[in-house]
Every structure is written in structure tokens, then in C-alpha cells.
Nanobody, 121 residues
Framework: QVQLQESGPGLVKPSQTLSLTCSIS??????????WSWIRQPPGKGLEWMGV???????YYSPSLKSRTSIPRDTSKNQFSLQLNSVTPEETAVYYC?????????????WGQGTQVTVSS
């Protein structure tokens, strides 16, 4: 059974870079056609898709975040990460990593438990 686990700092200062890592167990980040996404949910708001890294290592980003976002992966560790530059307090949210059997699927097969990130000085 595939399991995802987010890790990273719970507090980030404004204008700094938010960095999170998602560790995959029970499956491979390179499995054909899978996409591995980052999704966030600010308090009182809906889910926002941030970007995905495909099984072949190709990243795709939300147009609204593209200039500030990077989703690298480490196949040797079976991990992928989120780097979001120049964060603002409005980006305080629960950040989730998720996996789907198709890169552009709207239905995610696997979710991490989520990690709270607060942007504050």
C-alpha cells in the first residue's frame, strides 16, 4: 500500500522560501504515468493545486505560482519536494502531497496526512 508523508518546517518567515519533502513508501516515484502533486488548503478555504511532478521527472506548475515554485525529486530516496519562494502570510495553510495514477487526474489515489505551515515573522 502506497503511503505518503510530508516533512518540513512548520514556521516560515515572510519573504523566505518554504521547503517541504514528501516521502513515498510502498510504491515508486517512477511508476509509469503516475503524477505526484502538492496541494494546499488555507484556513477556511478550499484546496489549491500547486503543481505536479510526473513519473518521468517532468514538472508542471499552477500558472499563478509558476514563477515561485519548484518541485524537484530524488529518485534514490523516493521523495519529491516543494520549494515556494517569497512566501506571504496569506500562504499559511495545510500542505498536502498526493499521488494519482494519471498526471492530470482530478482524483487522487494517495494522500499524505498534511502538514501545517505558518508564514509569520
Amino acid at each position: 500500500q502506497v503511503q505518503l508523508q510530508e516533512s518540513g518546517p512548520g514556521l516560515v518567515k515572510p519573504s523566505q522560501t518554504l521547503s517541504l519533502t514528501c516521502s513515498i513508501s510502498g510504491g515508486s516515484i517512477t511508476t509509469n504515468y503516475y503524477g505526484w502533486s502538492w496541494i494546499r488548503q488555507p484556513p477556511g478555504k478550499g484546496l489549491e493545486w500547486m503543481g505536479v511532478i510526473a513519473y518521468d521527472g517532468t514538472p508542471y506548475y499552477s500558472p499563478s505560482l509558476k514563477s515561485r515554485t519548484s518541485i524537484p525529486r530524488d529518485t534514490s530516496k523516493n521523495q519529491f519536494s516543494l520549494q515556494l519562494n517569497s512566501v506571504t502570510p496569506e500562504e499559511t495553510a495545510v500542505y498536502y502531497c498526493a499521488g494519482a495514477r494519471s498526471i492530470w487526474s482530478a482524483v487522487y489515489d494517495y494522500w499524505g496526512q498534511g502538514t501545517q505551515v505558518t508564514v509569520s515573522s
